[in-house]
């Protein structure tokens, strides 16, 4: 089954020279697509050294709107999408067991979680805490229990995005919570299989991702403004569907 994998980027050079060549090794079967969304560092560079497909997408639009463009490209039925984080949060050794798992739960999607086993890694607690508003958010509205909405980790067979990608409008702080909602809107919630990673924010590469889970104050207001946003985005979606 054709395989691709798809990496929206924004100023990742640093973790791509690392990942990039770690997938093209270890999966040289797979397409890689890099979706640059207005990096001013030499990402773009990096990736056509190594990935079949480099999308420039011009000024900053934010991931959702780089996967909904990616999306609209999509002109096949058969196989299958990886969407995988560029920042290096994601392991590459969770490609391979994404796929098992496909094979295993063939036309569900299958979901990447970082907080089923914490295993003495480091998670911010307002990272946490988002991740548990989110949970509760959507148990208490929709009745189905996610362990961690947000992950970008995700497979998503290709016959499926045309099902829910007209439907979407890639509007909010995460598409993968707007993919949620509107799945168990119609009771397709179990569409989505689950999948423990750990979670790497002790070991990110990108100085941006470095800045982004400080323990400085300016840090930890923006993460707790980013937990009002996506409520509020949680909220939005509740009244679309």
């Known amino acids: 089954m054709e395989t691709t994998i798809v990496i929206p980027v924004k100023n990742e050079q640093k973790p791509l020279t690392m990942l990039l060549p770690q997938i093209r090794e270890k999966h040289p079967d797979l397409t890689v697509v890099v979706a640059d ?3 001013t560092d030499d990402s773009t560079g990096v990736a056509k050294q190594f990935a079949h497909v480099v ?4 000024h900053y639009q934010g991931k959702p709107q780089i996967i909904k463009y990616f999306f609209s490209l999509i002109h096949y039925s058969n196989g299958q999408i990886i969407i995988f984080d560029g920042d290096g949060q994601h392991p590459v050794d969770a490609i391979e067991r994404m796929l098992l798992e496909a094979s295993s739960h063939p036309g569900r999607i299958i979901k990447g ?6 295993n003495g890694y480091t998670v911010p607690q307002e990272r946490m805490d988002l991740c548990r508003k989110s949970v509760c958010f959507i148990q208490e509205h929709r009745g189905v229990a996610f362990t961690d909405p947000q992950c970008g980790l995700m497979l998503i067979p290709a016959g499926m995005v045309k099902d829910f990608s007209g439907e979407l409008q890639f509007d909010g702080p995460s598409w993968e919570l707007e993919l949620i909602m509107y799945l168990t809107a119609k009771g ?8 423990s ?13 470095q800045k982004k889970y400080a323990q400085t104050s300016e840090a930890v207001a923006e993460r707790n403004a980013r937990i009002d946003r996506h409520l509020a985005f949680l909220q939005k979606c509740l009244h679309r569907w």
């Open 37 to 39: 969304n207005g990096s």
């Open 113 to 118: 979680t970082r907080f089923s086993h914490i």
């Open 197 to 209: 990673i750990p979670p790497l924010y002790t070991d990110l590469l990108g100085e941006k991702q």
């Open 55 to 58: 999308l420039d997408c011009g």
């Open 188 to 195: 397709k919630g179990n569409l989505i299989h689950e999948m």
